[in-house]
Each structure stands twice: as structure tokens, then as C-alpha cells.
């Protein structure tokens, strides 16, 4: 384990065991479709591709770049977009892929853009869900794993850029906060 976690709280192994689980409801769900994943940057990298890869059904990716959260703790409440799609989002079935629900800000933002650009279906794909964080109301349609109300690292997950290396998922140990 990094000497900046508290505790693992998933493995290698399991996250890949559920990432596969997933991937083959999401194959079942839409068989025939050719859904557009749209994976939230940089925190779905690994989980976006992982779960790609496991699909067994036609799809297609793209990414978009909003950010809230900087390198701190907490969320700005603020969402921006530093990416755009580069695909069209009218028609398609699209399932956003991201790494955490915590306040809920990021997807409700991001769900909304693509409902409004005229998407025939948007659902969300989250590998964690951190229900004691959220702060306005939004639900993934697909959840991984449930985590406790801790800061989270690993698996594309950062705090202020580190620890998105690592293959499992844990706790960031707050005595290694940056401060300034
Ligand atoms: O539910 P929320 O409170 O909005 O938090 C979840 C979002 O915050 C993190 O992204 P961040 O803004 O840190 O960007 P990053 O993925 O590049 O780290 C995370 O990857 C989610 O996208
Ligand atoms: O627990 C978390 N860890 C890292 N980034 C995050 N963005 C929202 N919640 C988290
Ligand atoms: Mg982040």
C-alpha cells in the first residue's frame, strides 16, 4: 500500500471482477445500440477504458474535461469545461462514465449539457458512489462499489494530481495533505 493511504479499501482484483460484472450489463442493456461512453477526464481514464474493453457489444468513446475540485478537498460548487465532445451528441444513447458521484455537481452539469443537445438516451456509469457527500439530487444508473464519506484515491482518482497511478483503490491519509 502507498505510505499516503490510510487503508485499501478495493483491490486489483476486485475492482476488475466488477468492472467486468458491469461491462456485462451494460452489453445486455444495450445489445443493438451502439451507445456513445463518455468518459469524465483525467479521473475515469482507467475505469473508462478498462470498461471498454470488457463490452462485448459495438460502441464508441469520446471524453469531455470539466473540473470542480482543483487541488483541494472540497468542491468548488463550480463546474467547468476544459473539453468539449467532439462527438455529436444529438440521437445518441450515451452513458457517462465517471470515477466518483460525491456532491453530485460534475453530473448533473454534465447530464443536463447532453439531454439538452438533444440525446435520445443519457444514463451514468459510476465506479464508486459516495451517497453521504452528495448535495443535489442525482443518482448513477449503474454503481461499482459504495465508498464511506473519505477522500478517496487510485484507479485515475487523484488528490491535487497524485495517486492516479496506482491499480487499487484507498483512503487518502489527510496527515499528507499539501498545505500553502
Ligand atoms: O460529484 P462531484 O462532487 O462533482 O465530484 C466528482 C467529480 O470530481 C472529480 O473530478 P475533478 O473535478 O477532481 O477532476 P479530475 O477528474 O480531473 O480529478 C471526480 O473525478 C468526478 O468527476
Ligand atoms: O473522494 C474523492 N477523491 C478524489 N476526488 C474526488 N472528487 C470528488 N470526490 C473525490
Ligand atoms: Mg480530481
Known sequence: MHPHLKEVLFTEK??????????HE??????????????ILK????????????L????????????????????????RILKDLDTKAQ???????????DSGNTLLYVKNLLAHR?????????????PA?????????????????EFVVGYGIDYAERYRQLPYIGIFNTDFLIKD
Open 43 to 54: 479521473g475515469s481514464i482507467m475505469f473508462t477504458v478498462d470498461l471498454l474493453k470488457a
Open 91 to 101: 440521437g445518441r444513447d450515451i452513458l457517462i462514465c465517471e470515477d466518483i458521484i
Open 133 to 149: 457527500g452528495r448535495k443535489v439530487k442525482i443518482n448513477g444508473d449503474y454503481i461499482g462499489f459504495e465508498v464511506p464519506d
Open 26 to 39: 451494460i452489453s445486455t442493456d444495450y445489445a443493438g445500440k451502439n451507445p456513445l461512453i463518455v468518459g
Open 14 to 23: 476486485e475492482i476488475e471482477s466488477r468492472v467486468k460484472a458491469l461491462a
Open 118 to 130: 438533444g440525446a435520445n438516451s443519457v444514463k451514468i456509469i459510476s465506479l464508486l458512489d459516495k
Open 56 to 79: 462485448s457489444i459495438d460502441a464508441q468513446v469520446d471524453f469531455m474535461d470539466v473540473s470542480s475540485y482543483g487541488n483541494g478537498l472540497s468542491t468548488s460548487g463550480e463546474v
